[in-house]
């Protein structure tokens, strides 16, 4: 009886302060471990450069998959049975430490062929929906658990400023209250019950000041993104802290170092920006992890990038192996960082802090007692459950600049004759960060495209026909135009000319010949320039990058939907008023921050 009583005294202590019961195994564990487990646990790389047997061999604490790094057989069962292989591994060594498993599911689990694509995070800022978001990051959550997977670098916090910066579409808004509370309810929706069912750690990003480079200054070849931010103390606490301050007050896992520099000095080295601000004034408990080959870029040789990252607060490093790619061989990256501790230039006290963090977070999730993938979700995967909140998504972010009277269609009009490279493409509905890095057009995964949306919408007695190039489109009542963005991703999208392509203006005339009324559509990850343009369209609506669901579209087309998006950034009136210049009255923007319309 008095052994059950203590029991029952563990389990309710236990629930009361899990918080210590974890500190404890932590400092246990810890107490247990060589500097090389140390080192490894610190280390993350990509599956495409990782020998498994260095998971036993050196303890590797992470791995993941860069925008397209898929396994062989790129299915769900594929990927549960390639992270449980790597879990196999992790248990065989001495201290049987699970693995971490990282991926950029930032609109949905977007590297695996079937899974729901939901509208990148321009597009959700424009429903201003905090309880969809969270909808949205619960089922991205879910598909990613039934791969394994158990940690989803995302939410990007970002506040983009200038529409040139190929990164414009990961961010939710210009308006940094916005961006906190539906990155809030994105890290909510990931993480859930800690280390219960589908939650999965989700990471805050880029620490800081990404959406503020100036533009010229760009690293890599790009003009803008990994560029220098300059940001007064004032601007940093009263725009680019907020959504860091609140996600983590709500508990977010982990944070992510930014490519850009901070006032001159790249984020990657600044003590003052991790260690002073994100941990001690912030409070931030989890763990910092490095992006992609983020300390390389900072100056000097390797081995002083090791040793300046590490110190100034980075617990995690994404190495991530690519040397055919240019980068660094990560077994260099171990035998560096040992040579550093061991000479002094970081010490063990950095170290145990940077692992305690790491340890806590594997804690934290359960990982521990459950670290093999839970196949129940599998059934769920791409389901028509999924689907229709993702079709939610794409009808809430759309948002109706202009309606002559037009909309909305009716669903008996005689002939509607529909054009455009965007209107039969799910690859450019769904933008960059699908199936691979930068995205691609195509068939590349399971979808309804905008043309198949608007024929499965119509009555049996109407026609819709289809030419990209907006030929053949005579003796239609109504012409459908999709223009817009092909897929990109990061730097590569960072462009000096936002006007509409040569090949866009080409069917817009082509169009416009038929004396019809015409609905202008555009896929993007940004607004363009269209004051030149716009005059001439009796409607037009932006749906930013809607992902898989194109009747969501078809949903707003055709009534089924009222539309409800409003602009959650200014649309430029021109290029002069990039980064946001609005002060002036007789330049104003073409449309304002939550611009609307309805029916």
């Not at 009583?5 to 471990?33: E, R, T």
């Not at 803008?224 to 007050?249: F, M, T």
């Not at 990209?468 to 991703?489: R, S």
């Amino acid at each position: 009886m008095k052994i059950s009583k203590y029991i029952y005294i563990f389990i309710f202590v236990s629930f009361l302060f899990p918080k210590k019961s974890i500190d404890k195994k932590v400092a246990n564990l810890l107490d247990k471990m060589t500097m090389d487990e140390k080192i490894g646990q610190m280390t993350q790389v990509d599956r495409r450069f990782l020998n498994p047997q260095d998971i036993i061999d050196f303890g590797i604490g992470s791995i993941l998959s860069g925008g397209g790094s898929v396994p062989e057989d790129n299915s769900i069962e594929g990927w549960a049975n390639m992270y449980d292989s790597y879990q196999e591994l992790a248990q065989q060594t001495r201290l049987k430490i699970p693995l971490i498993y990282g991926i950029d599911a930032v609109h949905g689990h977007n590297n695996v062929k079937g899974a729901t694509i939901f509208p990148h995070n321009i597009g959700l800022g424009c429903t201003f929906d905090k309880k969809l978001v969270y909808k949205v990051a619960d089922i991205t959550a879910r598909e990613v658990a039934a791969t394994g997977i158990d940690w989803n670098f995302a939410p990007c916090l970002a506040i983009p400023q200038d529409e040139r910066w190929g990164r414009y579409y990961e961010g939710y808004s210009e308006d940094p209250d916005l961006v906190a509370d539906l990155g809030t309810a994105t890290i909510k929706g990931y993480q859930n019950k800690l280390g219960k069912k589908h939650s999965i750690a989700a990471c805050a990003k880029h620490f800081i000041g990404d959406g503020s480079t100036l533009w010229g200054t760009g690293d890599n070849d790009y003009k803008i993104d990994r560029g220098n931010a300059v940001i007064s103390d004032e601007e940093l606490y009263n725009k680019h802290l907020i959504p860091y301050q609140k996600a983590i007050d709500n508990g977010v896992l982990t944070v992510m170092a930014s490519f850009n520099s901070y006032n001159g000095l790249k984020c990657h080295a600044s003590g003052y920006l991790f260690n002073d601000l994100l941990k001690e004034e912030l409070g931030f408990e989890g763990f910092v992890i490095s992006d992609w080959r983020g300390i390389d870029e900072i100056p000097g040789d390797y081995k002083s990038d090791i040793i300046t990252s590490i110190n100034a607060g980075i617990d995690m490093v994404m190495v991530p192996g690519d040397v055919i790619w240019g980068g660094q061989d990560y077994h260099d990256f171990l035998r560096l960082f040992k040579e550093s501790v061991l000479e002094g230039s970081i010490s063990e006290e950095r170290i145990n802090d940077a692992v305690s963090r790491i340890l806590k977070v594997k804690y934290m999730m359960g990982l521990f007692d459950n670290h093999y993938a839970d196949r129940s979700y599998i059934d769920d995967f791409g389901s028509s459950k999924h689907r229709d909140v993702a079709r939610e998504a794409v009808r809430k972010s759309i948002v109706l600049l202009k309606n002559e009277g037009i909309l909305p269609l009716s669903k008996d009009v005689k002939h509607i004759h529909v054009a455009g490279l965007g209107a039969n493409d799910i690859g450019m509905q769904c933008g960059g960060w699908t199936m691979e890095w930068q995205g691609k057009l195509g068939d590349i995964t399971k979808g309804t495209t905008i043309l198949e949306g608007i024929q499965s919408a119509v009555l049996n007695n109407s026609k819709v026909t289809y030419d990209i190039n907006g030929e053949n489109g005579q003796n239609a009542d109504v012409g459908i135009i999709v223009i817009g963005e092909k897929p990109y991703a990061e730097g590569v999208g960072d462009r000096e000319n936002l006007n509409l392509s040569e090949e866009d203006i080409a069917t817009l005339k082509n169009m416009q010949k038929y004396n019809y009324p015409l609905i202008v559509i555009m896929l993007s990850g940004r607004p363009l320039m269209i004051s030149d343009q716009i005059n001439n369209w009796d409607a037009f609506l932006a749906a930013w990058l809607p992902g898989t669901e194109g009747d969501g579209v078809s949903d707003v087309l055709f009534g089924d939907y009222n539309p409800t998006g409003k602009l959650s950034f200014s649309w430029p009136n021109s290029i002069s008023q990039i980064p946001h210049d609005y002060q002036d009255k007789k330049n104003p923007a073409l449309f304002d921050y939550k611009y609307g319309l309805n029916y």
